[in-house]
């Protein structure tokens, strides 16, 4: 019913930059909250950031400051504009949305992941 299509992960020194997208697709009728999380090896998967359908985000303390989460409505996609990258941002990241979809039925979605990592 609902596909979320995560791009732009991929390898970067400390101190570098990267942008994820996500992008919905499917039977939708609207979205909620969208958000990004991550899974490093050995450990549980953890909120990064998440934004409202109106705009209100929230952050984990460890990516305040450095990580920027958006939206594009119109677009169904969400963004993480990710900055000031340490090693300890290396892991899978995950886009996630509660959709609800034509049916009116609430699905919250998972993507397939996209490995980001911060290696000198």
Known sequence: QVQLVESGGGLVQPGGSLRLSCAASGSIF???IMGWYRQAPGKERELVARISSSGSTTYADSVKGRFTISRDNA???V???MN???FEDTAVYYCNAD??????ALVNAWGQGTQVTVSS
């Open 75 to 77: 677009e169904n996609t």
């Open 79 to 81: 963004y993480l504009q």
């Open 99 to 104: 959709v609800r979809v034509v049916t009116r």
């Open 30 to 32: 609207s979205i909620g």
């Open 84 to 86: 000031s990258l340490q």
